[in-house]
Structures are given as C-alpha cells and as structure tokens.
C-alpha cells in the first residue's frame, strides 16, 4: 500500500503508523516519488499529481514498480470531489478574454480518471481502469468492486484506493473531511519474491476483513496491515 496525507507520504513498509485526516496536503515533487526523471510531472494537476504518487508508493511497496513487459493490472479508485479543484482552476483561465487565454493544460485534466491514464502510461498498466463517486474517501466500495471482478475472473491483480483534495472554496464548509490518497495493491496470488500483509477476503454481506477481522473503513485497513507487521493488536 502508498498513500499521500496531510500526516505525511510513502510506503506502507517505511512507516509504523497511518493517519487520514483533514489538513494541508503536502506539495508533492518529482524527488518525492521517483528516483528517475519524470518530465511530465510538473505538468500535473494537484489532483492528479496526488493520485499519481499514492499509486506510485503502492506499486513500490509490492515490488511492482519496475516492469520490463506491460501488465494486465487494473485501478479502481474512489473520489469525493474528483477534479473539481482542478476545474475551477480551469475555469478561471475561461473567464478573461471571453475564453481566448484559456489553459490547454488545465483542460486535459478536467476528468477526475486523468491520473489513471497517467499511472497506466508510467507503469505498464493494461487492465481496466475507473473511477467512482463516493460520499467519503475512506468508503470501501473500491475495495469491494476489485474482490467482486476478482472473484468474477475479470483480473488476477488490481489497485483499489481513493483519491481526495478535499473541498475546496468556494464549498468549504466548517469541519473540513480528511482528504488524501491511499492505494492497496491486491493480488489474488503471488508469484513472486514478495511478502503480503494478509489475506483479505470479502463475505456475502459486503464486508471486507484482513487475516480475520473486520474493517469498516480504508482507514482501518491501512492501519490493520502496519499492525501486521509489527504483531500489533488489529483495529476493527
């Protein structure tokens, strides 16, 4: 797993705690992410440059980043308020000149999937790829949909998460909700040199549980899996 929060950003192997909580978002650079040049990267929006690195930790952290052949690995990711940072941004570059100074690059991320075409590219990615709507970016439904298609055949590996700016004015309210990103690599077998933090399994009534117990939240996950780490108590 990778994330990107207001706490800090990485590796779920290079950190011994998880938080998703409301704050400011780090200003994520190139160095933070990549060791190789990435030219593109600065281009980004803040959206997709969130989402981007989140699902560049998660591959790093299953021993996926590096791939001599592209692979049939697929994203499903959730978002709250998608791209509408990225589109208000846009859309004051619309406004002056009756539209004539308007930003090209600013317009080809005004989809909230943007940063999926971009990890598929980066990364060797073939598989299916989408985005859905959810009321918080801590839902499980991403999660859910990989184990149902994995079940179903559709894919053997997936990266589930969400992806989150928060709100942003002008509908900021009092009691800002978390915002960041936070990616699971799932596989339904590896076969490869690499550790998992364990076995997660999806029951008849929708609910997810890791090595046993149950999580409500991405939240919860992501802290379950350092607490395996580390033989820790598990989170429910």
Not at 31 to 43: E, I, L, N, S, T
Not at 115 to 130: D, K
Request: proline fraction near 6%.
């Amino acid at each position: 797993m990778g994330w990107v929060t207001a706490t800090n950003l990485g590796c779920g192997r290079d950190n011994d705690r998880f938080e998703l909580k409301a704050g400011k978002l780090p200003d994520i650079s190139r160095k933070d992410v990549f060791d190789a040049p990435y030219p593109h990267f600065g281009r980004l929006d803040r959206y997709s440059r969130l989402g981007l690195s989140a699902i560049a930790f998660a591959l790093k952290d299953a021993g996926l980043d590096r791939w001599p052949h592209p692979r049939p690995i697929s994203i499903i990711a959730s978002t709250v308020h998608g791209c509408l940072d990225t589109d208000l941004h846009y859309y004051d570059t619309v406004i002056p000149e009756d539209g004539r100074l308007a930003s090209p690059n600013l317009f080809a991320y005004t989809l909230p999937n943007s940063y999926l075409g971009e990890a598929a590219i980066h990364f060797g990615l073939t598989g299916t790829c989408y985005i859905i709507n959810e009321t918080t970016i801590s839902s499980l439904w991403c999660l859910r949909l990989v184990m149902l298609n994995m079940a179903g055949g559709q894919f053997e590996t997936a990266i589930g998460g969400g992806c989150d700016l928060g709100q942003c004015p002008p509908f900021s309210t009092i009691g800002e909700k978390p915002c960041g990103a936070l990616f699971f690599v799932i596989e339904k077998a590896i076969k490869r040199d690499c550790s998992a933090y364990g076995e997660l399994l999806l029951d008849k009534s929708g609910m997810l549980a890791l090595n046993g117990t149950k999580v409500s939240t991405l939240q919860t996950l992501a802290q379950n899996c350092i607490a395996a780490l580390s033989n820790k108590k598990p989170m429910i």
